[in-house]
């Protein structure tokens, strides 16, 4: 079956921007998760969603991030007024229900903010 | 707040040779404990994972790790390594429930012919 989708896979936008990475889990995963990784360091926990709501927002770095998860499928993470410091690859996950399952990890989107 | 170690960022290892990959951890109950491997343009895949039971896990591609409490670690181990196992690998903990993990910041392992 089809796994975790991510788009676009790179994104180059300017300081100050606003930008919409989105994500598609696989189908009937109920929580999914969005990363940050910067260039040599491991993925950094963002947040968390089972269902529509937000479980969990403790990562997410500054109120210039947010995400939505309004129909408890597809996630949209959204970062205003871009700084080149937001720079990294952003990477989601879906897992099937609230327990400890495997973390199923899509391709990443690449940003790149100039 | 839990963290994840691994003390080697570059490994390098004779084609054929054995493996051991470094992780320790830090946590105050009993870990979730997982190994990714990330491959040059590729989504993050699961090795293997601990939650409970047996402290000797087996996972894809013959890798295997051991978990021990004693020691906060989990070790990742492969007999005998192959070309293309070259990659990053991560050890990640998690505190069970279906919270986010905590991800070491890697070690690449480089396969020498």
């Known amino acids: 079956g089809a796994g975790v989708s991510q788009t676009p896979s790179n994104k180059v936008t300017e300081k100050g921007k606003y930008v919409e990475l989105r994500c598609d889990p696989i189908?009937?995963?109920?929580?999914l998760y969005w990363y940050r990784q910067s260039l040599g360091q491991g993925p950094e926990f963002l947040i968390y969603?089972?269902?529509?709501?937000?479980?969990?927002d403790s990562g997410l770095p500054n109120d210039r991030f947010f995400a939505v998860r309004p129909e408890g499928s597809v996630s949209t993470l959204k970062i205003q007024r871009t700084e080149r410091g937001d720079s990294a690859v952003y990477l989601c996950?879906?897992?099937?229900?609230?327990?400890?399952?495997?973390?199923?990890f899509g391709p990443g989107t690449r940003l790149l903010v100039l | 707040a839990q963290s994840v170690t691994q003390p080697d960022i570059h490994i390098t290892v004779s084609e054929g040779a054995s493996l051991e990959l470094r992780c320790n951890y830090s946590?105050?109950?009993?870990?979730?404990l997982f190994w990714y491997v990330q491959s040059p343009g590729q989504g993050l895949q699961l090795l293997l994972k601990?939650?409970?039971?047996?402290?000797l896990v087996q996972g894809i591609k013959g890798f295997e790790a051991e978990f021990k409490r004693s020691q906060s670690s989990f070790n990742l181990r492969k007999p005998s390594v192959h070309w293309s196992d070259a990659a990053e690998y991560f050890c990640?903990?998690?505190?069970?429930?279906?919270?986010?993990?905590?991800f070491g910041k890697g070690t690449h392992l480089i396969i020498q012919p």
């Open positions: 996950a879906s897992s099937p229900n609230r327990n400890q399952e495997t973390q199923y």
């Open positions: 189908s009937g995963h109920t929580a």
């Open positions: 969603f089972q269902g529509t709501g937000a479980a969990d």
């Open positions: 946590y105050g109950a009993t870990p979730y």
């Open positions: 601990y939650f409970s039971g047996d402290t």
């Open positions: 990640a903990v998690g505190r069970g429930g279906a919270d986010g993990l905590t």
